[in-house]
């Protein structure tokens, strides 16, 4: 996958799934991506295998579409350095949570209140009915990558930021997902006060490893839970537990399409530094 095409296309992206099927029809030869059925949606994903002989196993990739989501220019990047270290990549541009993001033009002013925010420019009533209706397809969409990656053995690692990263904590903490051998959270949080404060407790319950990624400065929603994440994940005595807090990444434009982006390779690192410490 060409990374020029990559960053084109994130320009492209429209929030409707059909619409967004349709852009990368037009954007890529049909080569450079599969198509993935989920329900009666088809979805856009970008299979790379590894890059060594020996295949750790598939790590998932979801691309997020809030306003400081992990997008899919950094996702192809960081598909590309666990390839490297022996990992089959798929990644998932996920933008379920467009109207949600769309109501959140404040959401990264870090010296208002959350709670504020919400009350008074979000119905929080549709606020809670698009948290469960996105986590409906979030369960359609980890099943059917799980079946579509069956064939390849090892481990299953799901990497997630934003508010795709809450909804997946959450349901992997109440078992309505398969548990992953490890996932690693990116920022996770979800802009509605009494949701987003429960993330702590989520956290605390997941049965997997989780790798806790947060920046400074890049989402004033994080960092209401950070620190309650930590503490209540080790006071719970939950089992491989660590938290990262990482410098706010800064705008990045490669001067050659396989130039990292030090935020992706100081990411990289953490995460090769996590499952290695899993002892894969």
Known sequence: MRVVFIAFLCSLLPMANAEMMNDVQHALMPDEYQELMVGESSFPVFDTPSSLPLTLGVAFIFADDSASGFSLFDAQH???SLNEKGWRTVVFPLFLNASVADQLSAETSATSDPEAQVNARVD??????????????LMLIMNQLYQYSDSTAGFRLVIASGMTAAQL??????????APDTMVSIFPYWPHYSINQA????????????????????????????QQRETLARSSLKL???????????????????????????LAGQILGWTRYLGW
């Open 169 to 178: 904590i959450d349901l992997g903490a109440n078992a309505r997902i398969a």
């Open 78 to 80: 960081l598909s590309s």
């Open 199 to 226: 993330l702590p407790s989520l956290v605390a319950q997941t049965p997997f490893p989780l790798l806790d990624i947060s920046y400074a400065q890049q989402n004033p929603w994080d960092e209401k839970t950070a």
């Open 240 to 266: 491989h537990y660590r938290q990262r807090r990482l410098a706010s990444p800064h705008i990045h434009h490669p001067t050659t399409q396989n130039q990292q982006p030090p935020h992706i390779q100081l």
């Open 124 to 137: 929080s009533r549709k606020m809670i009915a698009d948290y469960t209706d996105i986590q409906q397809q």
